[in-house]
C-alpha cells in the first residue's frame, strides 16, 4: 500500500517559519491534506487539498504540493503551534486513506 | 454544528469483546459514510474501518478485519464498532470522523474513547 513519510521531529524558534515535508511516491498527483494534533485532544484540520484551509485556521498555516513532496508551512509560529502534526491521502488503488507517520512540531 | 461524540471505551481483558457508538448531529446522517481511526498510545492515526451513508458498503483494516464488525443505525444516527477477540495492539484511543463535502479529507473528528486492553 502507498506510504507517507514525514521527518519525526522539526524545531522552531517562535516567530519564525516551520516547514514540515511529507513524501510519497509521485505524490504530485495525489490530493494532500493536514492536521495538527495537540496531546490530549483529537486531530484537526488544517490544511485539505494541498492548499486550501478550513474555516477558523489561521492564515499562517498553508500547504503546498511540489509533486516531490508535500509541505505544510506555518509562519510566525507560535507557542500554541506545539502539536503534531499528520499528511493523509486517499490512496485510490485501495480506496482508503493512508496517513503519515507524524511530525512533532518544537517551539523553542 | 456538527457534532460526533463517541462512547463505550473502558478496561477490557484480552479476548474480550467491546462495543463503541459514534453518535452524530448537525448533518445529513445518511449522505456520509462514517470512518474510524485509531492511535495507539504515543503512535501515528491508522485508519481501521468505515461504513457507507447506507451502510451497504464497509471496510475493514487487514490489522482488525475478522474481529471487528461496524454497523449503521440511520434512524438514531449512530455508527457501531463491535470489537473481538482484543489484543493488546488493539489498546488505543479511537475517533470517528467525516469527510468533508467533495474532498477526501476529514474535516470534522470526535474527541475519541479510550480502549485499554488489559488483564
Known amino acids: 500500500s502507498y506510504v507517507l513519510t514525514q521527518p519525526p521531529s522539526v524545531s522552531v524558534a517562535p516567530g519564525q517559519t516551520a516547514r514540515i515535508t511529507c513524501g510519497g511516491n509521485?505524490?504530485?498527483?495525489?490530493?494532500v491534506h493536514w492536521y495538527q494534533q495537540r496531546p490530549g485532544q483529537a486531530p484537526v484540520l488544517v490544511v485539505y487539498?494541498?492548499?486550501d484551509r478550513p474555516s477558523g485556521i489561521p492564515e499562517r498555516f498553508s500547504g503546498s504540493n511540489s509533486g516531490i513532496a508535500a509541505t505544510l508551512t506555518v509562519s510566525r509560529v507560535e507557542a500554541g503551534d506545539e502539536a503534531d502534526y499528520y499528511c493523509?491521502?486517499?490512496?485510490?488503488?485501495?480506496?482508503?486513506?493512508?496517513f503519515g507517520g507524524g511530525t512533532k512540531l518544537t517551539v523553542l | 454544528e456538527v457534532q460526533l461524540v463517541e462512547s463505550g471505551g473502558g478496561l477490557v481483558q484480552p479476548g474480550g469483546s467491546l462495543r463503541l457508538s459514534c453518535a452524530a448531529s448537525?448533518?445529513?446522517?445518511?449522505?456520509?459514510?462514517i470512518h474510524w481511526v485509531r492511535q495507539a498510545p504515543g503512535k501515528g492515526l491508522e485508519y481501521i474501518s468505515s461504513?457507507?451513508?447506507?451502510?451497504?458498503?464497509?471496510y475493514y483494516a487487514d490489522s482488525v478485519k475478522g474481529r471487528f464488525s461496524i454497523s449503521r443505525d440511520n434512524s438514531r444516527n449512530t455508527v457501531t464498532l463491535q470489537m473481538g477477540i482484543l489484543k493488546s495492539d488493539d489498546m488505543a484511543f479511537y475517533y470517528c470522523?467525516?469527510?468533508?463535502?467533495?474532498?477526501?479529507?476529514?474535516?470534522?473528528w470526535g474527541p475519541g474513547a479510550l480502549v485499554t486492553v488489559s488483564s
Open positions: 470522523a467525516v469527510r468533508a463535502l467533495g474532498s477526501s479529507a476529514f474535516e470534522f
Open positions: 448537525g448533518f445529513t446522517f445518511t449522505n456520509y459514510a
Open positions: 461504513i457507507s451513508g447506507s451502510g451497504l458498503t464497509t
Open positions: 509521485n505524490i504530485g498527483s495525489y490530493t
Open positions: 487539498d494541498d492548499t
Open positions: 493523509q491521502v486517499w490512496d485510490t488503488s485501495s480506496d482508503h486513506p493512508v
